[in-house]
């Protein structure tokens, strides 16, 4: 049944905001998606095989192999090698940027003080409702910072501004092409 096992890897709040903003609706409609696609049944080009049935066979494999050509994926699934090893490397610079803010960047809280400070609003106001201007793009960036930077889960920061998660996921998916994230970011994590 869906929504009643919780994985520490799985982001369902993400996931569900894709499919609807209430709970219950993303919930159904993610579940008629999921009914729709086992409804396809199998499909050829997505079983089996993986790496070796994409290179076509072991001879392939190994004529690689020994000419020094690296396979680092399956095409059906990524792409080519080289774009899964730039896909890997930056992967891994994220990861890297992130665990270092995670161990050394500043709290929620501290976080909130800054994001305030920066906007020249009440920290305060970040905890209640409202969409004047000025305090929706701090909300913003500050879920954005908080989930995607800090990696502080979308229900955490919720609960500490008093909002849904669903909000919390949106406000945090807006911040991504915010204007300016870098240099504010940078201002807000880095000092």
Same mark, same amino acid.
């Given at each position: 049944m869906l929504g009643t096992v919780t994985n520490d890897w799985q982001d369902t709040d993400?996931? *569900?905001n894709i499919f609807g903003t209430s709970l219950r609706a993303a919930r159904r409609a993610y579940g008629n998606f999921v009914a729709k696609g086992v409804a396809k049944g199998r499909r050829s080009d997505l079983v089996g095989g993986g +790496? *070796? /049935?994409s290179v076509g066979g072991w001879f392939e494999l190994k004529a690689? /192999?020994? %000419?020094g050509i690296r396979v680092k994926g399956d095409e059906r699934i990524l792409g080519s090698s080289d774009f899964v090893e730039a896909v890997l490397k930056q992967s891994n610079e994220d990861l890297q940027e992130k665990y270092r +803010? =995670? =161990?050394t960047g500043p709290n929620f809280e501290t976080l909130l003080r800054k994001v305030a400070r920066y906007y020249r609003i009440d920290p305060d106001d970040l905890k209640t409702a409202g969409k004047e201007s000025t305090l929706t793009k701090a909300r913003t960036v500050l879920c954005y910072l908080a989930v995607r930077k800090l990696q502080i889960s979308c229900a955490d920061v919720a609960r500490k501004l008093q909002i849904s998660s669903a909000t919390v %996921? /949106? =406000?945090a998916s807006r911040g991504k092409s915010f204007p300016n994230l870098k240099q504010i970011q940078k201002e807000l994590l880095e000092s």
């Open positions: 993400y996931v *569900l +790496l *070796l /049935r690689f /192999r020994d %000419s +803010l =995670a =161990a %996921s /949106r =406000a």
